[in-house]
């Protein structure tokens, strides 16, 4: 179905609560055709499941840890499996860094750099062996998958629910991608936009209802049986 020699397939999503559901059969639909998918998430989320003294990036208290049923898929969890190259010096910053959440101040900036660079390097390794690539918008950008990927097609699924100024982040991005698909039903659900003058500029308007008129319209229901 791919092959290591080809552009890989990025989807994107807007929403964490629904990567859980799409993973999951995602994997099933994907099970005997060895490809391999990947979930990217945030540095503040990574630093949610491996926290870093004196790092900038404070996870919010209401932030949670990675689901279990992700971890095995997901990027920062991937790199640190026994079997990649650089784990062993991965899991040693994260004993490093366990051991002083009390006592940041035995943990250097440059100890941190260090940890940094490394999880970059590892990650770039990571996604040059995966197929599909799940994420955010805003987080398609990051520049580990700038680097690791050469994107063919990309995926925005909810675009309906999505800005339009991010739905263009991936877009922008990887502007030499040869397909792009925007899923969604502006009918439902329109981009949440708290201030008025956003709204009247236009801001609730998104991509998805922005090409509505030339949208391809189920006539299955698969949601609901």
């Not at 859980?20 to 990947?38: F, G, K, P, T, W």
């Not at 095995?72 to 959440?101: G, T, V, Y």
């Not at 502007?175 to 008025?196: C, F, M, T, Y």
């Amino acid at each position: 179905m791919f092959s290591r020699n080809m552009s890989l397939v990025i989807i994107v999503c807007i929403k964490s609560v629904l990567m859980i559901l799409i993973s999951a059969q995602l994997l099933m639909s994907l099970e005997n055709h060895h490809v391999r998918v990947v979930r990217v998430y945030s540095e503040m989320q990574e630093n949610v499941d491996f926290p870093i003294p004196r790092d900038l990036l404070i996870p919010s208290k209401q932030k949670q840890t990675t689901d279990e049923s992700l971890q095995n898929i997901s990027l920062h969890f991937l790199i640190r499996q026994p079997s990649k190259l650089h784990s062993a010096q991965i899991l040693a910053f994260d004993r490093l860094f366990a051991m002083n959440q009390e006592t940041p101040e035995n943990v250097t900036d440059d100890k941190v750099k260090e940890y940094h660079k490394l999880i970059q390097t590892a990650s770039v390794e990571e996604l040059k062996e995966c197929d599909i690539i799940l994420c955010t918008c805003t987080g398609s950008s990051s520049k580990r998958i700038v680097r690791g990927t050469n994107i063919a097609q990309i995926i925005i699924d909810e675009c309906a629910m999505c800005m339009e100024p991010e739905a263009l982040v991936p877009l922008v991005t990887f502007s030499s991608a040869e397909k792009v698909v925007l899923i969604g039903d502006h009918k439902q659900l329109q981009p949440i936009v708290i201030n008025r003058d956003a709204k009247i500029l236009g801001l609730e308007m998104s991509l998805f209802e922005r090409y509505a008129d030339k949208a391809l319209m189920l006539d299955i229901q698969y949601r609901m049986v």
